[in-house]
């Protein structure tokens, strides 16, 4: 059975740093696409990063420069991190496996980033 | 502002049937570039509710279907249940963002 437990997220100050950490479990990371969406407090979902099977990286144009995705083959985990915060950050950080349709079709339970001073 | 949009919220009574739109553009659904839906309950995470266009996943009724037309797609929800009510989110590719776009989301109230 597929499982995403995320983790990492917490309450940061403004130009801090952060890393969130996505668990795998049921699937190989590595050989599937993966990716990070967020989703501010009464907001929609927008999608933050992908990392494709073959390591190419994209990012949304809010983000570009100050985080990066990325994922580690021996623990089966993706990663997103987070530099150069800003309040606009502040979110529910979800990881999902992504389908060659990019349909999203497991996802997390989601962890609560808060850029706050 | 979206990339792709959907109207803010949508409303029906129990039994009734819904539509649900989502408008993109020639670098999207336009460009031939699949759409998903996915169904958010209050506090918990997205489920994929539609993929591909038309395609169910296991364990989806068959009261939900999708539909892709143009530049433009539909949601239908038909004999509504007060479970439904929820936030109904499309999706897709974009090949002038090189990346993935999400609709604002539609609340469903029934």
């Known amino acids: 059975e597929v499982h995403l437990v995320e983790s990492g997220g917490g309450l940061v100050q403004p130009g801090g740093s952060l890393r969130l950490s996505c668990a795998a479990s049921g699937f190989t990371v590595s050989s599937n696409y993966m990716s990070w969406v967020r989703q501010a407090p009464g907001k929609g979902l927008e999608w933050v990063s992908i990392?494709?099977?073959?390591?190419?990286?994209f990012y949304a144009d809010s983000v570009k420069g100050r985080f990066t995705i990325s994922r580690d083959n021996s623990k089966n985990t993706l990663y997103l991190q987070m530099n150069s915060l800003r309040a606009e950050d502040t979110a529910v950080y979800y990881c999902a496996r992504v389908s060659e349709l990019h349909s999203f079709d497991y996802w997390g339970q989601g962890t609560l980033v808060t850029v706050s001073s | 502002q979206s990339v792709l949009t959907q109207p803010p919220s949508v409303s029906g009574a129990p039994g009734q049937r819904v539509t649900i739109s989502c408008t993109g553009s020639s670098s999207n659904i336009g460009a031939g570039y699949d759409i998903h839906w996915y169904q958010q309950l209050p506090g918990t995470a997205p489920k994929l509710l539609i993929y591909g266009n038309n395609n169910r996943p296991s364990g989806v009724p068959d009261r939900f279907s999708g539909s892709k037309s143009g530049t433009s797609a539909s949601l239908a929800i038909t004999g509504l249940q007060a479970e439904d009510e929820a936030d109904y989110y499309c999706?897709?590719?974009?090949?002038?963002?090189?990346?993935?776009?999400f609709g604002g989301g539609t609340k469903l109230t029934v």
């Open positions: 999706q897709s590719y974009d090949s002038s963002l090189s990346g993935v776009v």
């Open positions: 990392i494709y099977s073959g390591g190419s990286t």
